[in-house]
């Protein structure tokens, strides 16, 4: 079959740094014309308080009323025009050690929704009010506290400005503060106490970034402070007004926290080659060091992340490998500063790849020691952001893995209103002599230059980068490039974004799934606004993206032509039609069981219908499904995956997560059926204790995973875990390894 062929050679520096100078210079000019907010920021005004706040949830005491309060919150959802039917007051004040909030959010009943008693809620589909704080006022970057009538608190940091909810939202970050409730009739209140140790912000400035939302399930409405159109995310940190205190708030003090932990377990493998139980005691900690207001460093001793909830597995049914999010603690605070560079398939930088190691017999990820690490990261002033981080890992015999030692540097400065461009280097090295597998580079680096681009109103966003990598063996190609230019208004979205990866570049503490190829990927999106009817917005669009591997020609693309809704009952759905080409480079299973082996050098077309169904979360019983149906390769695919809720507030929440696949190919003996389910149940007995079991059985890989974790938060910020974890073979429930650990932790602010 003929094949279209291009040329792509970035192999000359002078051509690459003229083409990155280029898109440097378009993005640059465009942002000269970015245009300004067009809603009014209306400030607030602060004044300390003249007596002691009781956190009660009354709002009685005098402080509350001295200083001016926001009011008049807009309508962001169903429609943005209006203000909202019932409304919401913000009240603060503050003293020497904390900042004080109260809000009082009126509603037409009281039967408010819970998901559960579980600190750090999703905010849709239940009732909760959120307030955003931007200490340095440059647009990008914000801390977040929440909390709902029944009193579940939640806090997050925001990064890039808050445009992506799915990537610039980290609710893992976790602090000290203090937050009640209570449920009036006709409203409900709430009272928090943010310690000024929790913030980072420069000392001496006296106003501050704020805006506040709020999800009143009862009228099915989302409401914002600051009006924002509804065609923007309740977090998009471009649409905030300002707080103005009485007094600059006081300097946080010496700001330092240490967490120590100690941690004991029981580890038996059902293998020939390794029958005993091994047990174990760690003891170590974290430390917090706030170096100035902006800039925090912290320090970890033989850091136990056995707390940290076991992935949730997916049906992989793509040649390479699949992103998993970190949600270790340590890593989290200005993790945007490291992580944030590339894009989602071309990042440099992934903090999974410390710690963390592949179990070829499990067929999934394990943890891999760190002996002690530091990190120093934050704001030098409003234009400058730097990051320094060294992490020692220990040697892992049983995948023939030296000690490595992993140092990154980041810096970033800020260009116009909420743009930037920022410097990485990365360094994986071994110190050691080490010669058990060969396939192991004595180091690796990487290093690189972004810009990105963001309108004041975030209608205009964008970035490009170059990056380059440095391997013990020397390799052609060793660059990756992208562009990504977006504009978005009311009525339609347009995007323009190519990625080119050189056949050499090797980031192996990155997420780069694949190398040797360049690809586009425009997108078009149109939207309608019914003044009736069950629909609040509807909209065709078109997403293509056509890969192409140099001296090969056009080897993948996928043209995908959809419809997307949301209901005002807050469901939603998309309803597309998808023509996908592939050209085979090598031999591979689609079914990845080994059932059929497509040859290299075949290429196949096909067409597939693919959907999102996700119903109204407000209810007891919810879904979201992606059902698929149609051509795959050269045979047939049908099936879905998605997750099926049942609550029962405030203290249940069972979810059925599930995907199955049946897969029919002429090459195999018969269809392949894969199956992949995970029921979830979510007990929580009260606000600071928790159970959460799960059962995850894939057929593909072989594995059935069972996981209980108790957790006891006895003081703030301060915990007992409990967690077992089985794993079995999915043909037989052969067992193949059980654990047991129980980890304490502690808080101490000095």
Known sequence: MAKFSISVNFTNRKMSKTYLLTNLISLFCLSSLLGQNQYPQNPIH????????????????????????????????????????????IYMT????????????????????????????????NDNITFLFDPFNEQNNAFVFGINPFGVKREALISNGGRNPSTDWDSSWDNKWEGVSKIEEGFWTCELAIPFSSIRYNEGVSKWRFNAYRFDTQSNCTSTWIRIPRNQFPMDLGYMGTMHWEEPPPAPGSNISLIPYTSGGYLQEFDPERTDAEY????????????????????????????????????????????????RQFFLENADLFGRFGDPMINPFFSRRIGIAFDTTLQQNIQNQILFGARLSGKLNNQWRIGLLNMQAAKDESNDLPSFNYLVGAIQRKVSARSNVGMIFVNKETFEDFEGNEQVDPFNRVVGIDYNLASKDNTLTGKTFLHRSFSFEDKKEPFAHGLLIQKQTRKFRAQWAHQWVGAGFDAQVGFVPRTNFFNINPVLQYYFYPDKGILNTYGPGLDALVLFTPGQGRTDHRINLFFDYDARSTARGRIGIVHQYTYLLNDFDPTRVGD???????????IFLTGLLSSDRRKRISYMLMPNLGQFFDGWRWGTSGTITFRSQPNLVVALNLSYNHIDLPAAAKPTDLLLIGPRIDFTFTRNFFLTTFVQYNNQIQNVNVNARLQWRYAPVSDFYLVYTDNYYSTDFKAKNRFLVAKLTYWLNL
């Open 46 to 89: 602060i004044k300390k308080a003249s007596a002691k706040i009781v956190l009660d949830g009354e709002i009685s005491e005098s402080a509350w009323s001295e200083g001016q309060h926001a009011q008049n919150f807009w309508s962001l959802f169903p429609v943005d025009t209006t203000q909202a039917e019932y409304q919401t007051e």
């Open 94 to 125: 503050y003293d020497e050690n904390h900042l004080y909030i109260a809000a009082k959010c009126f509603s037409g009943g009281e039967k408010y929704i819970t998901p559960s008693l579980r600190r750090d809620f999703r905010a849709g589909g």
């Open 596 to 606: 059929v082996e497509l040859a290299a050098d075949t290429d196949y077309n096909y």
């Open 280 to 327: 174990n005691l760690n003891i170590g900690g974290d430390a917090k060091i706030g170096i100035t207001s902006g800039l925090n460093l912290d320090l970890t001793i033989n850091p136990d992340f056995s707390q940290v909830e076991v992935d949730q597995q997916v049906t992989n049914l793509d040649r390479f490998e699949i992103f998993f999010p970190e949600r």
